[in-house]
């Protein structure tokens, strides 16, 4: 495979390039896509599937419906994005957008949202554009969670200071219903462990991607979203069993009652007989 740099010709150190990953949806089909439908040619890398786009622009796509540009121009990541759109399964209401910047530079560093980089050849572009794309879908994450504690605080303080559910079970179950749906949506989240394929021996690109996972706390992120995910689960659990235990302690006094009401009637019969 040719080097391919980031740049046309005549790029000079120093010089910086846009970089942006987007989350469309929750899947993007792979199967069925064809190169030629993007209206691209050149194929850099097949996993993930990276194209040249224009004279100096780069698109990956990744299965977990991420998609990362880099150095082009809205006018192409428009057209690109509407040539993938049957592709996108559950597109979200509003794209997660993670921008950042690729600097050509000395050395591999990391500072704020600016990646600065030797060169961009295949291998070290195929590093930079799969943490991107984690980078993203772990934002995307990190906000559903964020939603699922936000629709279950209300009830679960309830709990605390008064010990009972709200009277309103319609909206109770709605709820739940809101925090399993949204937490379904991250059951197919991305394993930030996972790297991409790297050539044997080629030590600086595995350095540049050691760089950036320390950087963007890739294995931090994940565990606090792990231990998170498992609180809602705990969550939903608790408070489904808590209605099943209200639904049951209604039924029991609707029995009651109704108990109460034909003793009634049997007594009313028996000491006063009609006629």
């Known amino acids: 495979m040719a080097d391919i740099m980031i740049t046309a010709e005549g790029a000079c150190f120093g010089q910086r390039t846009s970089a942006r990953a987007l989350r469309l949806g929750r899947r993007l089909r792979m ?12 194929v850099i890398a097949t996993s993930p599937l990276l194209l040249r786009v224009g004279d100096s622009g780069f698109a990956a796509l990744f299965p977990y419906g991420a998609v990362v540009l880099i150095g082009i121009s809205r006018a192409d990541e428009e057209a690109l994005l509407r040539r993938l759109d049957h592709h996108i399964e559950s597109r979200l209401d509003a794209p997660v957008i993670e921008a950042s910047a690729i600097e050509i530079g000395a050395g591999d560093s990391i500072s704020d949202d600016v990646i600065t980089v030797r060169d961009l050849s295949p291998p070290r572009l195929v590093v930079v554009v799969d943490a991107l794309a984690k980078k993203v879908a772990l934002a995307f994450e990190e906000q559903e969670v964020r939603k ?9 303080s309830d709990l605390a200071d008064f010990g009972r559910l709200p009277r309103n079970r319609r909206r109770v179950l709605q709820t739940v219903g809101h925090a399993l749906r949204i937490h379904h949506r991250l059951f197919g989240r991305v394993d930030v462990k996972q790297t991409p394929a790297l050539t044997p021996g080629d030590e600086e690109t595995r350095h540049l991607h050691a760089l950036l996972a ?17 609180a809602i689960e705990s969550m939903t659990t608790a408070i489904t069993e808590l209605l099943d235990a209200q639904r049951e302690v209604w039924l029991e006094v609707t029995i009651i009652l109704l108990l109460v009401v034909e003793i009634a ?6 000491f006063f007989p009609p006629g």
């Open 31 to 42: 199967a069925g896509l064809e190169i030629a439908d993007l209206g691209q040619q050149a």
């Open 148 to 156: 699922v504690f936000e629709v279950l605080e209300p009830f679960a």
């Open 214 to 230: 320390e950087a963007y706390r890739f294995k931090k992120r994940a565990k606090t979203l792990s231990r998170q995910i498992e």
């Open 265 to 270: 009637i049997n007594f009313v019969d028996f």
